[in-house]
């Protein structure tokens, strides 16, 4: 187990790490012509050791509060960096954000400046600037602030910003991250040093060895996670705790990371389940195109039963794979699984998935075809993970044990409560609602869940989210919602029938499933709200109900569905930033369809 330091903050391994190795590559970043460039782990002392003085030449102060408004990107983990070498705190702010969601953070916060990406989320803080007296500096990123703060802080000795580093304190407050905001307003989640020391060094020591595609190689790492969210934060600072060569990527879109996989080559990744949906999917649908979809699904019914035999193995309750299996599983490897393998960059073998529940064939399917996927959880008030799968024991379909130093108790309504170095210290500003979940330093997390007898956390719901029928039956809605997902056509789905008499379900489409659907059945395209009336296409969606009803009894099952044309988004207030769904607003803004739903 790893316990955070006793002296020192965050921004101490940047200038250790330059004096111990100055040459090694810690950071790949993309120059104007779109090639990756290698930063050194002296060259990126330089560039924070620069912009912390412009920052203090341009008023931060220690402990002084800046907001940050930007996709992920290096200038991003620059100032983070830069920031924590003299004292001051980040404050992330997801660049999708309402004004009014930006002015609750900016003013709950008491922040002081704040750095944006470009000229719109510029006038989004504008337009509430004058609520906030407080904030006195704006800097833009897409007018180079860096060699605007570089230059203005040249005249400051470089012992100036070091005094500022040898004052911080593990205990010392190094990011406010706000809550994606599900059930209200978002609560800032108040993270010290220690909290992203402990998590991020505990991470690192437990699966260090899958950092690599083969051992002795460099461990390299893209990140397309948000840095507005705790998840990506953490792979940030383990990456440079860690010696991971580090990249970033800021769009989640297939299109946009899959070319970057591919001239990056990381040799593992850190994601959401989407990702790997969409991988599968892709690889699915190209097999499709070129007339070998049932090659392809027998490929994936060997992987999977490939993977389960080698965790029965790791378990000891059989001996693995068998001979014809073996020789099936070599086949498809060249045919199918190293295809998959190339579409993330060819080098990846491990990687991590957090943020919801990854179906347990899906991890499987990707385990069998090269790729484990270590699936864990946590919160922001955890720091990012709780618990992981481990490297040599991973159990699919569960999101693992606790990492070193992380205790998972299950209170007696089934909700998870976790202890441990990285559960945060609170909420800013807010006693009431820290008390209502901090009890003797047991956090109380509101999932529910339950542990195995070999220690492993299954989750099974959220406390706020069950749903309890008209006729008193309690339903927990996320393992049929992800069954239903599961089906290629479907991109979301959520369940609905509180004070209902039976349970029910809104599902949408993913586009891209959809035209290649229409294409291999000769069907012409059709504007969404034909499209949604389409027998064919019920059809496919009524099996994905039928397949998530055999998880529940009758009286939990869906009795019936519809169809919508539009996705829900962020962009229209019904799913946060981390793509979760936002239950309340989207049954207010489809109140209509849910109440046919009962009406027919």
């Known amino acids: 187990m790893a316990t955070a330091p006793r002296v020192g903050g965050l921004a101490d391994v940047v200038f250790d790490?330059?004096?111990?190795?100055?040459?090694?590559?810690?950071?790949?970043?993309?120059?104007?012509?779109g090639h990756w460039q290698e930063v050194t782990s002296e060259q990126f002392r330089d560039e924070v050791m620069a912009l912390a003085k412009g920052l203090l030449a341009q008023g931060v102060r220690f402990g002084d509060r800046v907001g940050i408004m930007s996709r992920t990107r290096y200038e991003w983990t620059l100032f983070d960096f830069a920031l924590w070498s003299v004292g001051a705190q980040s404050v992330p702010l997801y660049p999708t954000s309402s004004a009014e969601q930006v002015f609750w953070m900016l003013h709950n916060a008491d922040v002081s400046a704040c750095l944006v990406e470009h000229e719109d989320h510029a006038m989004t803080v504008g337009s509430v600037i004058d609520r906030i007296p407080g904030l006195r500096k704006l800097w833009q990123l897409d007018r180079d602030p860096v060699a605007e703060l570089t230059a203005a802080g040249a005249h400051i000795e470089d012992d100036v910003v070091h005094r500022h580093r040898m004052a911080v304190t593990p205990d010392a407050i190094a990011t406010i991250i706000y809550t994606s905001g599900t059930t209200g307003r978002p609560k800032?989640?108040?993270?010290?040093?220690?909290?992203?020391?402990?998590?991020?060094?505990?991470?690192?020591?437990?699966?260090?060895?899958?950092?690599?595609?083969?051992?002795?190689?460099?461990?390299?790492?893209?990140?397309?996670?948000?840095?507005?969210?705790?998840?990506?934060?953490?792979?940030?600072?383990?990456?440079?705790?860690?010696?991971?060569?580090?990249?970033?990527?800021?769009?989640?879109?297939?299109?946009?990371?899959?070319?970057?996989?591919?001239?990056?080559?990381?040799?593992?990744i850190l994601a959401v389940p989407y990702i790997f949906e969409k991988v599968f999917a892709a690889a699915r649908r190209k097999a499709e195109a070129d007339g070998k979809v049932g090659p392809f699904d027998k490929a994936v019914e060997v992987a999977v039963r490939y993977a389960e035999a080698l965790e029965h193995k790791a378990f000891g309750t059989a001996s693995g794979p068998g001979a014809a299996l073996r020789m099936q599983h070599q086949l498809f490897d060249k045919l199918v699984y190293s295809k998959v393998r190339e579409a993330m960059?060819?080098?990846?073998?491990?990687?991590?998935?957090?943020?919801?529940?990854?179906?347990?064939?899906?991890?499987?399917?990707?385990?069998?075809?090269?790729v484990t996927i270590y699936e864990g959880y946590g919160l922001t008030e955890s720091t990012a993970a709780a618990t992981a799968n481990p490297p040599e024991r991973t159990r699919y379909g569960t999101v693992g044990i606790p990492i070193p130093g992380t205790t998972v108790h299950i209170a007696e309504d089934g909700e998870i409560w976790l202890h441990g170095g990285q559960i945060f210290q609170g909420y800013h500003n807010d006693p009431k609602a820290t008390d209502a979940v901090l009890h003797d330093g047991w956090f109380a997390t509101g999932d529910l869940g339950a542990l195995d007898e070999d220690g492993y956390l299954t989750i099974t719901g959220r406390k706020k989210e069950v749903l309890v029928t008209s006729g008193g039956k309690t339903v927990s809605p996320v393992a049929l919602e992800e069954r239903v997902r599961a089906h290629p056509l479907v991109a979301q789905c959520i369940v609905v029938g509180n004070d209902r008499p039976f349970?029910?379900?809104?599902?949408?489409?993913?586009?891209?499933?959809?035209?290649?659907?229409?294409?291999?059945?000769?069907?012409?395209?059709?504007?969404?709200?034909?499209?949604?009336?389409?027998?064919?296409?019920?059809?496919?969606?009524?099996?994905?109900?039928v397949a998530a009803n055999t998880l529940v009894s009758q009286a939990e099952s869906i009795r019936t569905f519809r169809i919508l044309a539009n996705q829900f988004s962020e962009e229209h207030g019904l799913l946060t930033p981390s793509l979760k769904l936002k239950r309340k607003a989207i049954e207010a803004a489809y109140s209509v369809e849910v109440d046919a739903l009962y009406h027919t």
């Open 17 to 33: 790490h330059a004096d111990s190795e100055p040459d090694r590559v810690a950071l790949a970043r993309k120059d104007e012509a």
């Open 188 to 268: 800032g989640c108040v993270i010290t040093h220690a909290n992203f020391m402990a998590e991020a060094d505990n991470v690192v020591m437990r699966h260090e060895t899958v950092f690599h595609s083969k051992p002795g190689d460099e461990a390299a790492t893209l990140l397309f996670l948000p840095l507005a969210h705790v998840f990506g934060r953490m792979v940030q600072v383990a990456a440079i705790r860690g010696r991971v060569k580090l990249a970033h990527q800021p769009e989640l879109a297939a299109r946009a990371l899959l070319p970057d996989l591919q001239t990056f080559r990381p040799t593992f």
């Open 345 to 370: 960059g060819g080098r990846v073998r491990h990687a991590m998935s957090g943020g919801s529940a990854m179906e347990r064939r899906l991890g499987l399917f990707f385990a069998g075809a090269g």
């Open 503 to 545: 349970i029910a379900a809104l599902v949408t489409l993913d586009p891209e499933a959809v035209t290649h659907w229409l294409a291999m059945r000769g069907k012409p395209e059709m504007p969404p709200s034909d499209l949604v009336r389409d027998p064919d296409l019920e059809t496919e969606v009524r099996r994905a109900v």
